[in-house]
């Protein structure tokens, strides 16, 4: 489990296609790996990977056919936020966070808003039903609330510390986005469909 608070922002230092898997070494930048051991848990864009190999400034990860076909931002030299799993003892500064990503969207709007930046995004329909003003959601991995939504686009205010910290500042129209909707939003959605008498027999 995650919080979505970004620790680091590393980059994809090696890629390597395995079939339709890949192998991918990355730089983990200012992630200190001192307390990360072979099989655990990073959150790379969003992504839970698993370390299958550590050196003292890099980690890598294999990652599945699924994942890839799943997520967007895998490629050599790019450059992806990192977060190392959450201890019960953490601060949980911002929302549970499963690092199984529901699925991608597309970056409709970023823009400049007094000192902060305007980010709108179009979500798959399939996952806009979960998102709710005032809500919660990942995008690359990290922990935003949702401002408003229209339709299936939704619009976050990122305040310059977000910025700063993470790869977000390289967003642009077009761009496509790691999304992991509100775990507590699918359980909701579950529970109703068992409460509904039309689905009884």
């Given at each position: 489990m995650f919080t979505g608070i970004i620790q680091a922002v590393g980059k994809?230092?090696?890629?390597?296609?395995?079939?339709?898997?890949?192998?991918?070494?990355?730089?983990a930048g200012g992630l200190d790996l001192a307390d990360v051991a072979v099989g655990d848990s990073i959150a790379v864009n969003g992504v839970?990977?698993?370390?299958v190999a550590l050196a003292p400034a890099t980690f890598t990860v294999d990652v599945s056919a699924e994942t890839l076909r799943c997520t967007e931002g895998f490629a050599p030299g790019a450059k992806v936020n990192l977060e190392k799993a959450m201890r019960p003892i953490d601060r949980l500064g911002g929302h549970i966070v499963s690092g199984h990503v529901d699925g991608t969207g597309a970056v409709a709007r970023f823009e400049a808003a007094g000192e902060s930046?305007?980010?709108?995004?179009?979500?798959?329909?399939?996952?806009?039903?979960?998102?709710?003003?005032?809500?919660?959601?990942?995008?690359?991995?990290?922990?935003?609330?949702?401002?408003?939504?229209?339709?299936?686009?939704?619009?976050?205010?990122?305040i310059p510390h977000t910025l700063?910290?993470?790869?977000?500042?390289?967003?642009?129209?077009?761009?496509?986005?790691?999304?992991?909707?509100?775990?507590?939003?699918?359980?909701?959605?579950?529970?109703t469909q068992?409460?509904?008498?039309?689905?009884k027999d």
């Open positions: 994809i230092h090696e890629y390597e296609a395995r079939g339709n898997d890949a192998r991918m070494v990355i730089d839970c990977l698993t370390a930046h305007l980010l709108a995004i179009d979500a798959p329909a399939e996952l806009a039903r979960y998102i709710a003003a005032k809500g919660s959601i990942t995008v690359q991995g990290v922990s935003l609330t949702v401002n408003r939504v229209e339709g299936v686009r939704f619009f976050i205010n990122l700063a910290m993470t790869t977000l500042k390289h967003l642009e129209p077009g761009s496509r986005v790691n999304l992991e909707i509100d775990m507590v939003a699918r359980y909701v959605e579950r529970l068992f409460m509904n008498p039309s689905d």
